[in-house]
């Protein structure tokens, strides 16, 4: 392609600039061979005339199309040469505030100065798992990509960061080691992470100084290797550092600083354990004083003391060792004050005795103050004859003391370097490691000395590397791509290194020198020029003699060789290291201690890894000369250094500084360009420009170029042929491409070649569709105005025509008008005149009829009132008379009705009336209380008397049972006994029938007196009714006024509360996840432990660990009685002997217990085995008249038991129906009175049915005796059956006709006693009834009494006020009537609160004591049974219903949950009831209810919780179990609380699920923990739907091509090596792919029965982590960040929008949490040029932040040539507009962040009865009850 192809009008080129460097320009006229010169146009539309030579090689650069401009990598750019890097940079640096560019394998990092919302946590997960060109460039994309190679390729990596000071490289290097910490955490507790960061400050404090170029430069290099284990975790670190310069230590230029450590020393001297240390200001010290300025802005030297402190103590230095250091360093301090003193015209000098620095110096160290003063001073001379000491001139004392200085802080920086790798060091084996090189960059100055020839010579070898690997990743580049190829060429630097190091190079001739005795720098110089005079690579400066010239790769750099002996000797007297040796302190004589030379072992070939040395040798004891230089030294380390990189794949991190004022994103062109010459980026980009920089893979050119090609060839369906075919047509020379296996290769500037034929192809299409589109135009312009002309000729024609016509009309009409009016006007008059005619002859004949009819009716009228005027006179004279009588009588009855009025005010007013109409009042209250005392003696007398017959009954019933005794023995009837016994039964009957009487009367007495107390009651009731509702009345009104206002205060009240409940679930639910991941933690570290310990006998149950965990969660476990010791010891087992002696005093108080239950249950066998000893014997003395006779009495027992079975069940439901009926009324009634009578009312039924129980027990007691007293009377009863016999033949009754038994006699005589005692105890509580209620009926008088009278007296007090007063008063009045109902109705239901639960209690104690009877009834003796059997009369008992309970044995319980919960998959069960393991298991825990057993309750609860979370941890990545464990978990929590007998969870129960209740347990904390179970597995359910979904979203949403053809305008991507990418990396999905999978979720959850409102929650979290993610992804993406983006991201929101629709959960809130994206799609798609705009982005973008809008916005990249990059001041009018927002710094969203999980209560319709069990769980141990 010639010049003149390239070079033509409007083409852009770069001329060059001395201000700007390169500055643009537009060509004007087209290029011609031999042209000149050519004619340009500059930016500011000045014409310039660029001058070129004759044979046209100087033509400028071209620049590329601005759809190339921002490009993330710098080789994507067609024309690839100084100016396009340049203006690439600065554009991204600038316009779009991008500090990082790719330049293919490089990362050019730009300080911008200033902080950026670009390295928090959510910027490393979201770079974490990406390939290299997926994100934007970044630090984390680097260290990701090192990272993934290093587990793909298991092979070592590195990082390399270089740049000149002030760059960015510690913190480059800093954000790298974060990233790897963060990714890589140790797998164990070690917090390595932790260390390795905190050797940062450490390393900063001791080795960083201010530069006048950097306020923190780092003057020493360091090699920092983070090993990882086989799982590649962090395992451990280790430090090498390189050329520490120890010359700042005594010597800082102007506006720098000493090291950062000791300043910090300084600032913190006033501390109290600094005093010792003698330190003041910086100022005061020589060390530190020389730079001017001690303080840095913005940087507290005291603050990062303390941090430095901390880093020191979390990397294990002891505090002794820290003040060690600082001593050492605060010696140093003081060694640089010591005055000299010169004597004998400087030739010896000396240090006074009495120099406080001195003192302080030898006390800090330890060391003798003579010995120093001495030696500091004189040296020793060894010779082969004698040993001579010499003094030292003051120049050389002073070189001597700075030796001396630099020598100790170089020992202590080592020392502390090798601690720091000591803390970093772990035990495990490295399996790989990932190295970042801190090191300085290329460094030229105006005096250049030792060390910058040693950093450009590390810098040399570094380019060297960095050359060859770029060079091998090209070559690789091609061989895969299967293209043909050439060597490049590339600047190879090998010459220049081996000047530096080769043999007799620059590093041999200065080690030479310096072992010359009278060597000088001079002399050293002149071999220079001598030897390398001729080099290429060396110059000799033309005005110096003491200087050198080296052209280095980046420059030529001038070094002037004063001080490079003594650098590097480095010399240092051995007399003073001897004192310092023999140091008091051991750390400080351990500095200087000899050590022998290890030697460097090379490294092999097929190690694993590489094995290290510090690359800092430990210093050796120094005499007067070293035996290894410090070039020699660097040099070794350096070539060590080199190896290590060579051995891994490396990655370079170059770090540019924009401007030298350190002013935030300012470019400065000119150092921008230095840099980038010193870093090699030019380098790569001239390597990469040799060849083929641009590569298009097939598909994407096709995309690109389809506009080029014809109908032809897009017929064809191999895209590669088609490619193939339009590049030989475009391009001619082959030479210019090259085609691979999957990508096009080009030459330098073909691309841009390949992008103006496509413009010019657009804008011809464009030129064509405009002249097409103005012709169109302009002929619809013309028949426009062709048919306006038409329309309006035809209605102006008709205008006129029609005017015509109207003049015609008018003239015609106007002579009718005329004709018709003259004729109307004469009928007119002639009807007036004729009418007026008329008129006057009808008035003139009236007028004369009127006269005379007047006239005679005047004269009939003055008759009729002659009449009437003498009748009223008579009348009026009559009604005066009578007048004046009435007036006489008023007066005389009104003057005797004022006198009784008088009187009757006079009596009103005495006592004595009061009185009168109280009588009545005080005569029946004195009648009431009469009554009452009578009654009150009557009640009196009766106890009296019924205390005396009970005491003469029961002296009667112990002679009764005397005489019985002796009759018995005796033998010998006495009739006359049962006489008096008959006799006195009778006496009996008759006292009772008088007390029944007597009582009948009371209770007459009682009903009259009840019923007069509440009419009177009713009555003072109606007329506080009557002032409620006036009261009411009144405050009805001001009550209305105040409902709004506190409507609206409830709803903001609850607002709030619904706020504050959200917050507070969420960091509850926050703490479970927390509790949930340390208890995944504790199991983890003791498989760990168990793994590692392998000790024999050792017992441990990992399944069962988190059992114990839950109980004691749950306190309601440790309350129980364990009954068995083997369970408390093995629970001593399972938690260890730690938590075992914790609980050793419940372990004492459960042994004890055990004991007890034990001793009980021996002596109950031992009664049990005595009984049935008895009646074994009874049985065999039995005879067969005794069987016959037993028959009935057996009979008769068993069918009173069976009665009384019957009456205690039936007791058992009046008191559950009484239960419910106190809970009823405790709810439902409102007035207190009503509450407390029906309280009262039931509290008296219920007394009497405990008292009818209570004789029910005593009447199955005396049966109980009876039957044993039969048992007893078998063995003797022979005798004294025939005494009987004899007696009843001959007993017989005095008073009665008939024969009757003494035993029934006893018997009947028994029962009269107990109906007397039963009689008496009614008696007795009906007394106390009334007494009761006599007094309550009282108190309720008093108090309405008293409630009245204050009611009136309010009433008075309100008449008296104002109507406003009054309202208010009576408003006050009602709020506090209303205050005393309220507390008096609280202390009620707390009272009716305790009595329920007293009787609950109550009812447990009796419930468990009928349970006790009927077990003892079950272990009667089994003659009992047989007997019973031969009765017919035997009572059947029913077969009773499925009660919905399942009863299994203790030894089950393991299998149980093995087969319902451990074992069962969720196929099993799909066919059935859903949640159907959570029903079985509630009837199981319904069943341990029943049966009031609360051990086996416990241990069930517990079993279950831990097999949840047995088989969860199993399954912990198994969406569908997790899923139908959580709907079982929660519809488990549904059921307990379902059947809680709460009233609140009972609402929607039928009455047979009321039935299913809980009856003795109260499981409101098991509740809890099942609550919190329910949690742990809901975040695990999110955990595995985000981990499978998380992968697919970026894909999904943002690269693929859902809507066909809008990918054909992708813009260029990153440059991909073949090192970057594995096979398999690349894995694409589709929006339809994640819809596929939600409805999978979706399905999956329905089926198990999850509840709807948790399924909501769960896709609302997943929607919302679908959003954070993409929109993480679209912040730091450029290439996603354009037109074509925003709509394809439109319709993927719009197809789950539609999902979700489709599924119903458009309440979950799911849809409103992909707003911010849906906003950042509509921004992308926004106009964005005007304020206009700018006004509808911030009213449209409510859910981004503002640096998330101007972020987007500076993403922003047009994909062609017609669209417009968004500009910088409309930027800032964004940024200025949302200056009012205040949102948080935040860029990226938390896509980690778990919304609080809320569970409905969902009560079930189905019945436990119902439920049926399928054989395939294999469940046939469990019984239906």
């Not at 490079?564 to 400080?588: A, C, G, H, P």
């Not at 088609?722 to 491409?737: A, G, S, V």
């Not at 069987?1187 to 009046?1214: C, G, I, M, P």
């Amino acid at each position: 392609m010639s010049a003149t192809q390239l070079y033509t009008k409007y083409t852009r080129v770069w001329i060059p600039d001395p201000d700007e460097v390169w500055k643009s320009a537009e060509i004007i006229k087209d290029y011609k061979e031999g042209d000149k010169s050519l004619q340009l146009k500059l930016e500011d539309e000045t014409l310039y005339e660029y001058p070129l030579d004759l044979q046209g090689k100087e033509l400028p650069f071209l620049r590329n199309p601005d759809i190339l401009v921002g490009q993330n990598d710098l080789t994507a750019l067609s024309y690839l040469h100084e100016p396009a890097v340049l203006h690439n940079l600065k554009v991204r640096f600038l316009e779009s505030n991008h500090i990082y560019t790719y330049c293919g394998i490089v990362l050019v990092a730009i300080n911008p100065y200033e902080p950026l919302p670009i390295y928090e946590q959510d910027v490393i997960y979201a770079y974490s798992g990406r390939n290299t060109g997926d994100m934007d460039p970044h630090i984390f994309a680097v260290a990701e990509e090192a990272y993934k190679q290093m587990a793909r390729d298991e092979k070592n990596q590195s990082i390399i960061v270089s740049g000149e000071s002030g760059a960015g490289k510690t913190v480059s290097a800093k954000y790298a080691m974060r990233f790897f910490t963060t990714v890589g955490g140790s797998a164990s507790n070690t917090n390595i992470e932790a260390k390795v960061l905190a050797s940062s400050p450490i390393m900063e404090a001791i080795a960083n100084a201010k530069t006048t170029r950097n306020d923190n430069s780092s003057r020493f290099g360091k090699y920092i290797e983070i090993g990882f284990d086989k799982k590649y975790h962090i395992i451990g670190a280790n430090m090498r550092t390189y050329l520490l310069e120890k010359s700042r230590v005594v010597f800082q230029a102007e506006d720098e600083r000493n090291y950062h450590i000791f300043y910090q020393l300084c600032a913190s001297s006033s501390l109290p354990e600094f005093k010792d240390l003698g330190l003041t200001c910086a100022e005061d010290f020589f060390y530190t004083s020389q730079g001017g300025d001690t303080s840095i802005d913005g940087v507290d030297d005291a603050a990062d003391f303390e941090k430095t402190r901390h880093a020191f103590t979390l990397l294990g230095v002891k505090e002794s060792h820290q003040m060690t250091i600082f001593r050492i360093i605060a010696a140093i301090l003081h060694l640089g004050n010591l005055e000299i003193q010169g004597e004998r015209d400087g030739e010896a000098c000396s240090v006074s005795s009495e120099d406080e620095h001195l003192s302080s110096f030898c006390s800090l160290l330890g060391v003798e103050h003579s010995q120093m003063q001495h030696w500091l001073c004189h040296r020793k001379l060894v010779t082969t004859a004698e040993t001579l000491v010499k003094s030292m001139t003051l120049h050389q004392v002073e070189n001597a003391r700075n030796a001396l200085a630099k020598h100790i802080y170089a020992q202590l920086f080592t020392w502390i370097v090798q601690h720091i790798n000591m803390a970093l060091h772990s035990t495990v084996r490295q399996h790989s490691f990932i190295g970042v090189l801190d090191i300085y960059g290329f460094e030229t100055f105006e005096v250049n000395s030792f060390e910058q020839f040693c950093i450009n010579y590390a810098n040399e070898k570094l380019q060297q590397q960095f050359n060859s690997h770029v060079f091998k990743l090209e070559q690789e580049e091609y061989m895969k791509e299967e293209i043909s190829w050439t060597l490049i060429e590339f600047y190879d630097n090998q010459p220049c290194i081996d000047l530096i190091e080769a043999k007799l190079g620059i590093l041999d001739l200065l080690d030479e020198e310096c072992k010359v005795p009278k060597g000088t720098d001079q002399n050293w110089a002149q071999k220079l020029y001598d030897r390398h005079g001729a080099s290429q690579h060396f110059q000799k400066p033309r005005m110096s003699n003491t200087s050198f010239i080296i052209l280095h790769f980046a420059d030529k750099v001038e070094y002037q060789s004063e001080g490079f002996l003594e650098k590097n000797r480095d010399t240092v007297y051995e007399e003073q290291i001897n004192i310092l040796k023999n140091s008091k302190y051991q750390m400080v004589a351990d500095l200087f201690q000899e050590e022998e030379a290890v030697p460097a072992v090379p490294a092999r070939k097929a190690a694993p890894r590489i094995n290290v040395r510090s690359a800092t040798p430990p210093f050796k004891a120094a005499n007067k000369e070293h035996r290894k230089t410090v070039g020699h030294q660097f040099r070794n380390s350096l070539h060590l250094l080199m190896e290590t990189l060579n051995a891994t794949t490396p990655h370079y991190v170059r770090c540019i500084k924009p401007n030298d004022e350190k002013i935030p994103f300012k470019f400065d062109s000119k150092r921008a360009v230095q840099q980038l010459r010193a870093c090699g980026v030019l380098e790569t980009i001239r390597i990469s420009a040799a060849a083929f920089p641009s590569r298009w893979s097939y598909p994407d050119f096709f995309n690109r170029y389809r506009v080029l090609m014809n109908k032809r060839d897009l017929s064809k369906n191999d895209k590669k042929q088609i490619c193939q075919t339009l590049l030989k047509d475009l391009i001619k020379d082959p030479d210019k491409f090259q085609f691979g296996r999957t990508k096009i290769f080009f030459r330098a500037g073909q691309v841009a070649y390949l992008e103006k034929l496509r413009t010019d192809k657009f804008r011809a299409a464009t030129i064509m569709i405009q002249k097409t589109v103005r012709g169109w135009l302009q002929r619809a312009k013309y028949q426009r105005l062709r048919r306006a002309t038409l329309t309006l000729q035809r209605f102006a024609r008709g205008h006129l025509a029609r005017r015509h016509f109207w003049n015609l009309r008018r003239s015609r009409a106007a002579i009718i008008l005329q004709k018709q009016y003259r004729m109307v006007r004469m009928r007119r008059a002639f009807l007036r005149v004729r009418s007026a005619t008329l008129t006057i002859q009808a008035f003139a004949r009236g007028m004369f009829v009127r006269r005379i009819y007047h006239q005679m009716l005047m004269e009939h009228k003055a008759a009729i009132l002659q009449r009437f005027v003498r009748g009223w006179l008579a009348r009026v004279r009559l009604r005066r008379a009578r007048a004046a009588a009435v007036v006489l009588q008023c007066h005389w009855r009104r003057l005797r009705a004022r006198r009784q009025l008088q009187a009757l005010r006079i009596e009103a007013r005495s006592a004595q009336h009061l009185k009168k109409l109280n009588i009545g009042m005080e005569n029946k209250v004195v009648q009431l209380q009469r009554k009452v005392d009578e009654q009150n003696k009557e009640n009196k007398l009766l106890n009296e008397q019924l205390s005396m017959l009970t005491s003469a009954h029961s002296s009667e019933v112990e002679k009764l049972k005397k005489e019985l005794q002796e009759y018995q023995q005796s033998q010998q009837g006495d009739g006359n006994q049962l006489l008096s016994l008959q006799e006195e039964m009778e006496h009996l009957r008759m006292e009772l029938e008088r007390a029944h009487g007597e009582r009948e009367v009371m209770e007459d007495s009682h009903n009259k007196e009840r019923d007069l107390l509440r009419k009177r009651i009713s009555d003072l009731e109606e007329e506080n009714a009557l002032l409620k509702q006036e009261k009411e009345e009144l405050n009805s009104t001001i009550l209305c006024q105040s409902e709004d206002e506190f409507a609206r205060n409830t709803v903001e009240e609850n607002i709030q509360m619904k706020k504050e409940l959200e917050e507070e679930r969420s960091r509850y639910q926050n703490l479970v996840k927390e509790y949930a991941s340390l208890e995944q933690r504790y199991d983890n570290l003791r498989d760990e432990i168990t793994n590692i310990k392998h000790t024999p006998g050792h017992r441990r149950n990992p399944s069962n660990q988190s059992s114990l965990e839950s109980d004691s969660n749950n306190p309601s476990i440790c309350t129980s009685e364990i009954g068995d010791t083997e369970d408390v010891i093995q629970q001593v087992e399972e938690i260890g002997m730690e938590k075992a002696a914790m609980d050793m005093t419940l372990f004492l108080k459960l042994q004890k217990r055990v004991r007890e239950l034990e001793l009980e249950r021996k002596k109950l066998q031992a009664q049990l085995e005595k009984k049935e000893q008895e009646s074994k014997k009874s049985q065999v003395v039995e005879t067969k008249a005794e069987v016959a006779s037993e028959h009935e009495d057996f009979a008769y027992n068993s069918l009173k038991r069976q009665e009384l079975e019957s009456e205690n069940k039936k007791l058992k439901n009046e008191l559950n129906e009484l239960r419910k009926a106190i809970a009823d009324n405790a709810t439902q009634n409102n007035s207190s009175s009503d509450v407390q009578d029906s309280y009262n009312l039931l509290l008296n039924q219920l007394k009497s049915a405990n008292e009818e129980l209570e004789v029910r027990k005593e009447e199955v007691l005396i049966l109980r005796s009876q039957i044993m007293k039969a048992a007893q009377q078998k063995e003797t009863g022979k005798n004294m059956v025939k005494d009987k016999e004899s007696i009843s033949h001959n007993a017989s009754w005095p008073n009665s006709d008939q024969y009757v038994d003494r035993e029934d006699a006893i018997e009947a005589y028994q029962g009269m006693c107990k109906t007397n005692w039963l009689l008496e105890a009614q008696l007795q509580e009906q007394k106390k009834n009334h007494e009761e209620e006599v007094e309550a009926l009282r108190n309720k008088v008093d108090l309405m009494q008293e409630e009245l009278e204050k009611q009136q007296q309010a009433f008075l007090q309100t008449l008296q006020l104002s109507p406003e007063a009054q309202v208010e008063f009576g408003l006050q009045q009602e709020i506090t009537r209303l205050t005393n109902e309220n507390l008096d109705l609280k202390e009620l239901l707390e009272k009716l609160e305790k009595n329920e639960k007293k009787l609950k209690k109550q009812l447990k104690i009796y419930r468990k004591k009928v349970q006790d009877f009927e077990a003892f009834q079950a272990m009667a003796p089994e003659e009992w049974r047989s007997h019973e059997g031969n009765i017919q009369m035997a009572v059947q008992r029913k077969e009773k219903d499925f009660q919905g309970m399942l009863e299994y044995y203790k030894e089950d319980e393991p299998r149980l949950i093995r087969n319902l919960i451990t074992d069962l998959k969720p196929q099993a069960v799909s066919a059935t009831v859903p949640c159907l393991p959570a029903y079985i298991l509630y009837m199981c825990i319904r069943h341990a209810d029943y049966i009031n057993d609360d051990q086996k309750l416990n241990s069930l609860l517990t079993s279950i919780i831990n097999g949840l979370k047995k088989v969860l941890k199993k399954n912990y990545n198994d969406f569908e179990m997790t899923s139908f464990w959580l709907a079982n978990t929660c519809r488990l929590l549904h059921c307990l609380k379902q059947y809680s007998g709460e009233e609140c969870f009972m609402t929607q129960n039928t009455a047979k699920q009321n039935e299913h209740c809980l009856q003795n347990f109260d499981l409101a904390e098991y509740r809890q923990a099942f609550s919190q179970l329910s949690i742990q597995i809901y975040q695990q359910l999110i955990n595995i739907a985000e981990g499978i979904l998380h992968p697919r979203i970026v894909s999904a949403m943002l690269e693929d091509e859902s809507i066909p053809g809008l990918s054909s305008v992708k813009p260029l991507g990153y440059r991909k090596y073949s090192t970057s990418f594995a096979e398999g990396d690349c894995d694409s999905y589709t929006l339809d792919e994640i819809i596929h999978q939600l409805n999978t979720f979706h399905s999956t959850m329905c089926d198990q029965g999850l509840d709807p409102e948790i399924i909501q929650q769960v896709f609302k979290q997943l929607f919302y982590m679908i959003n954070a993610v993409t929109l993480n992804n679209l912040l730091l993406r450029k290439d996603v960040c354009s037109w074509s983006t925003g709509m394809q991201l439109r319709f993927n929101i719009s197809q789950l929008e539609e999902w979700l629709r489709g599924k119903n959960l458009q309440q979950s809130g799911a849809a409103q949490t992909l707003e911010p994206l849906i906003q950042a799609a509509q921004l992308l798609q926004l106009k964005k040029k005007t304020s206009e705009d700018a006004d509808a982005i911030c009213s449209l973008c409510t859910s981004l932040m503002t640096q998330q809008i101007v972020k987007i916005l500076n993403l922003y990249t047009p994909v062609n040539e017609f669209e417009e990059r968004v500009t910088v001041a409309f930027i800032r009018n964004i940024q200025k507009l949302l200056q009012e927002r205040n949102d948080p710094p935040q860029l990226l969203l938390d896509f980690k962040h778990m919304f609080p999980v809320q569970f409905p209560y969902n009560p079930s319709a189905i019945t436990l009865d119902s439920i049926h069990l399928p054989a395939s769980l294999k469940l046939d141990f469990l019984n239906k009850v």
